[in-house]
T-cell receptor, first 109, second 117 residues
Framework: EDKVVQSPLSLVVHEGDTVTLNCSYE??????LLWYKQEKKAPTFLFML??SGIEKKSGRLSSILDKKELFSILNITATQTGDSAVYLC?????????WGAGTKLIIKP | GVTQSPTHLIKTRGQQVTLRCSSQ?????VSWYQQALGQGPQFIFQ???????GRGNFPPRFSGLQFPNDSSELNVNALELDDSALYLC??????????????????FGSGTQLSVL
């Protein structure tokens, strides 16, 4: 059964810290791995990863995929209070879109 | 953008409900998700050019329609208390040939919060 597992489920850090969020997966037909940020209700797009070992960056956020070990990480450097949100990792696989439970990140001032 | 209606809805057990989604113009897929409090979205199904092309582990009382005018519906019959959740829709495009389709970036709506009493 295809599944996505995120860790940790919750994380509290101070402003300025660097965080690493983890996503591991089991999939029969990999198409892509997705990272989204959910602040209130509508998740917003961060990254789509299809190739192993190629880091994608957007400002203070970056992500990389390891298709051999079946995991991805999302890094956020110099965290700000506006980074507080639930971060969702999802998988496009075999006519299904499967999501992990999310990591709830809280940034304290 | 992607819009959903209504934003909130209260129903009683056994009733039927229709949730609506207006996709971003030019998109050919719409997918629907159920998100319980504190959990990740659970994939219900995806529609591609008005036909269901993928379904998660949900019973047949969850059904959908996609219309050619960028609108879609999620219908839930015989509501149960456990159906209380945030229902999200997302639109996008499917790329790639038959046998290896892949979703491009998904755009989510703000959801409908359904409470079943």
């Amino acid at each position: 059964e295809d599944k996505v597992v995120q860790s940790p489920l919750s994380l509290v850090v101070h402003e300025g810290d660097t965080v690493t969020l983890n996503c591991s997966y089991e999939v029969t037909n990999f198409r892509s791995l997705l990272w989204y940020k959910q602040e209130k209700k509508a998740p917003t797009f961060l990254f789509m990863l299809t190739s192993s070992g190629i880091e994608k960056k957007s400002g203070r956020l970056s992500s990389i995929l390891d298709k051999k070990e079946l995991f991805s990480i999302l890094n956020i450097t110099a965290t700000q209070t506006g980074d507080s949100a639930v971060y969702l990792c999802g998988m496009d696989s075999n006519y299904q879109l499967i999501w992990g439970a999310g990591t709830k990140l809280i940034i304290k001032p | 953008g992607v819009t959903q209606s209504p934003t909130h809805l209260i129903k009683t057990r056994g009733q039927q409900v229709t949730l609506r989604c207006s996709s971003q113009s030019g998109h050919n897929t719409v997918s629907w998700y159920q998100q319980a409090l504190g959990q990740g979205p659970q994939f219900i199904f995806q529609y591609y050019r008005e036909e269901e092309n993928g379904r998660g582990n949900f019973p047949p009382r969850f059904s959908g329609l996609q219309f050619p005018n960028d609108s879609s519906e999620l219908n839930v019959n015989a509501l149960e208390l456990d159906d209380s959740a945030l229902y999200l829709c997302a639109s996008g495009n499917l790329r790639g040939g038959q046998g290896a389709p892949a979703n491009e970036k998904l755009f989510f709506g703000s959801g409908t919060q359904l409470s079943v009493l």
